[in-house]
């Protein structure tokens, strides 16, 4: 196969890792930046140049896109797609797990269990917002965020009142949620690819913080899922049409609640914690997909 990974940085640690497994099975790849992709649409007529030449004869495109870039880089992806191009996450998916309102509405409607989440624009209606969730500790997040960044948790209903007129102040779009103490500053990382768990990690928050996230200084360990636990996980990927994913649990009073699903989980963490090897799970995974794809058409 020919393989493309949108990527603005080749040398992270999951697009080198997926570079090394894809040529490890004898594939041809290519890291390509999504921002120096450009683009011809024409009726019936679809082109992609990079840096002065035209893109073509790829079978396969891992999207590695960043929060900072998801609508160039999208756009790039359904390129991709428009001519005939297999991708493991659509661009439509891609969007959809991003916007965490939209994620949120979506698994509710499948009645994935969620933290109780509201939302609202008018200041006038904060009070309103708040006793519809409930006491606190409340939880207020970016609507599109990533490794914990724009997470905030506000001990006192005073302290989620002001934490929500600065985000209202600064324009931002953002949700409050129901904090599950319970939980203790943990959650669990569930790793899916092509309708399976591969992979899976507890994550645990350092003393002193909430947000569990490697990034902040949380830790790992590999963690056995139950047969609920892996339910769930497949159904919220399966949800917002991610064929590679990450979903993140909390454990809770009423079960496993769906905390997130990320569209680009990165692999560092979940091969380092759990020794599996994650990126050629992937490129495996790519491998029975374009050819299934491949015996389609030939039906066709």
């Known amino acids: 196969m020919k393989i493309a990974i949108l990527s603005r940085n080749s040398k992270l640690y999951s697009t080198r890792r997926l570079v090394e497994a894809a040529r490890a099975r004898g594939h041809s790849v290519r ?7 450009y683009m011809r649409i024409a009726p019936g007529a679809f082109e992609i140049h990079y840096k002065g030449k035209e893109l073509s004869g790829f079978d396969a ?3 590695r896109i960043g929060l900072s870039v998801t609508f160039y880089g999208t756009a790039v992806l359904r390129q991709f797609e428009m001519m005939g191009v297999y991708t493991p996450n659509s661009s439509d998916a891609v969007l959809r797990a991003r916007d965490k309102l939209r994620c ?5 409607r499948e009645n994935v269990g969620l933290p109780t989440t509201v939302f609202g624009d008018n200041p006038d209606d904060t009070a309103d917002l708040l006793d519809m969730l409930g006491d606190p500790p409340h939880v207020i997040k970016l609507n599109e965020g990533a490794q914990g960044a724009g997470v905030l948790l506000a001990e006192k209903r005073s302290a989620s009142q002001s934490v929500i007129e600065a985000f209202r102040g600064l324009y931002a779009n953002f949700l409050v949620q129901e904090f599950i ?11 899916v690819i092509g309708g399976k768990v591969v992979a899976a990690m507890c994550r645990q928050a350092r003393d002193g913080e909430f947000r569990s996230n490697l ?26 049409g991610l064929n590679v994913a990450g979903v ?5 009073k009423r079960g496993a609640l769906v905390l997130e699903v990320n569209s680009s989980p990165g692999l560092e963490g979940i091969e380092g914690v759990t020794g599996v090897d994650v990126s050629t799970a992937i490129i ?13 058409r030939k039906n066709l």
């Open 248 to 252: 993140d649990l909390l454990r809770s």
């Open 284 to 296: 495996k995974h790519l491998e029975r997909s374009v050819a299934r794809n491949g015996k389609r």
């Open 61 to 63: 495109v891992i999207p």
């Open 181 to 191: 103490r319970e939980a203790k500053g943990a959650d669990v990382r569930c790793f």
């Open 104 to 108: 949120m509405q979506m698994l509710a």
């Open 31 to 37: 890291v390509l930046d999504p921002l120096r992709c």
């Open 215 to 240: 990034h902040r200084g949380g830790s790992a360990t590999p963690v056995e899922l139950s047969k609920d636990e892996i339910a769930i996980a497949l159904q919220a990927a399966r949800s917002m």
